[in-house]
């Protein structure tokens, strides 16, 4: 399978999501996504590269990586949070209304930061509207999915402890970028993956 990245060009990820310039600087010159994502990585805020890596993969892809991130990294999953991921792997083999109005109804009232709980509201944000009146519309903005998987991924990183967060930031880019290029999605865990 080819690659699953709808950029050819890095800057372009900025120019569909301007928003994202006011977390993470647009690159100089002309470079890949994945090389922009290694890039970042390597620079002064490391964590800044899974903010960019969210926008690069259309919305089902991008929520499947959070999925197994989320899965591999998370030690404190309550049973509502791996319910809420279920409803979210659902959602990314279905791709329907349905599937994603049951992610809404799971997650919309739960209280709390967990990774899990973001992945859900990755899945609540990726269409449908934000107002809960049928008659008034308020369509999604759509850098919000990408918002979403980031704010899951650096609550269970940041959960991780002191000595295996990088590590963990690693694995899951690591394993979100063999899968954006068309691989199939490798396991998170702390003991396996590196950045190649």
């Given at each position: 399978m080819?690659?699953?990245i709808r950029f050819t060009m890095a800057k372009q990820v900025f120019e569909t999501f301007p928003e994202l310039h006011e977390k993470v600087s647009s690159p100089e010159g002309d470079v890949s996504p994945q090389d922009y994502t290694l890039e970042i990585l390597?620079?002064?805020d490391p964590f800044l590269a899974i903010t960019y890596f969210a926008h690069i993969l259309p919305k089902p892809?991008?929520?499947w990586w959070g999925i197994k991130c989320v899965e591999g990294l998370d030690r404190e999953k309550s049973d509502h949070d791996r319910?809420?991921?279920k409803l979210c792997e659902n959602w990314v083999r279905e791709g329907d209304e349905e599937a994603r109005l049951a992610?809404?109804?799971m997650t919309e009232d739960a209280r709390g930061d967990s990774g899990s709980l973001w992945i859900g509201r990755a899945v609540n944000w990726s269409g449908g509207s934000l107002s809960p009146n049928p008659d008034f519309r308020?369509?999604?903005p759509p850098g919000l999915t990408a918002t979403a998987l980031n704010a899951a991924l650096q609550i269970v990183i940041g959960n991780l402890g002191p000595g295996e967060r990088e590590e963990g930031l690693k694995s899951c880019l690591s394993s979100g970028l063999s899968f954006a290029e068309g691989g199939v999605m490798p396991v998170i865990n702390l003991k396996k993956q590196a950045i190649a």
């Open positions: 080819g690659s699953r390597e620079g002064e892809e991008a929520v319910e809420v991921l992610v809404v109804a308020v369509d999604v």
